[in-house]
């Protein structure tokens, strides 16, 4: 199956600070999302992005599928940006494989 | 427009004791997941619905765990025993068509405790 690598696995940021999270992966890919799993456990849809480039507000992320990983950039953290930060990716079905996350601190 | 929804929120029962989760999908999504989140890992797929077809259930321990899914709508997952490994939150979630381009919501997930 396809093999999802993140980086880095915990991050921590001065509140204020930007910072860009890394996702690899093994294969090509049909489906790609990057999620926020807050402290009470809720996955939250940030970009479902298997190609090209995306903003929503302070976020914003960009996959290059030929070269098979995908950028999450979060500018002017704040301290509600804290939690796991989750890349999953499907292949020729809808089976999502997620990868380890990122553990993101901010702190005031 | 509401969202996946689950209940219970939490549980906490004893080892070979059985349990149930049960999960009502985003209006009109054809597709529902199963997924089983440990401690510290990401989620990891236990069975897909397409309708209330079986698409994969390769990596759910049919010894043990259930899922059906009477009339497309509403799913149910059951553990009967229950195993201390089966510790972890499970999440529920739906997508519109269940192809390669869906993207999936997510319902808020039951937290199991197995003693």
């Known amino acids: 199956g396809i093999q999802v690598e993140q980086s880095p696995p915990d991050l921590i940021l001065q509140e204020g600070a930007n910072s860009t999270l890394r996702c690899n992966f093994s294969?090509?890919?049909?489906?790609l999302q990057w999620f926020h799993q807050n402290p009470w456990g809720q996955l939250i849809n940030l970009f479902y992005?298997?190609?090209g480039t995306k903003q929503n507000g302070r976020l914003s992320a960009t996959t290059v599928a030929t070269e098979r990983y995908s950028l999450l950039y979060i500018s002017s953290s704040q301290t509600t940006d804290s939690g796991v930060y989750f890349c999953a990716v499907a292949g020729g079905g809808n089976k999502l494989t997620f990868g380890t996350g990122t553990q993101l601190k901010v702190e005031l | 427009e509401a969202g996946v929804a689950q209940s219970p929120r939490y549980k906490i029962i004893e080892k070979r004791q059985s349990v149930a989760f049960w999960c009502n999908p985003i209006?009109?999504?054809?597709?529902l997941y199963w997924y089983q989140q440990i401690l510290g890992q990401g989620p990891k797929l236990l069975i897909q619905f397409q309708n209330n077809g079986v698409v994969d259930d390769s990596q759910l321990p049919k010894d043990r765990f259930s899922a059906e899914r009477l009339k497309g709508v509403d799913s149910t997952l059951k553990i009967q025993p229950a195993k201390l490994e089966d510790s972890a939150v499970y999440l529920c979630a739906s997508s519109p068509l269940g192809g390669r381009w869906d993207e999936q919501y997510f319902g808020p997930g039951t937290r199991l405790t197995v003693t």
């Open positions: 294969d090509s890919v049909n489906n």
């Open positions: 209006s009109g999504h054809a597709t």
């Open positions: 992005i298997p190609s």
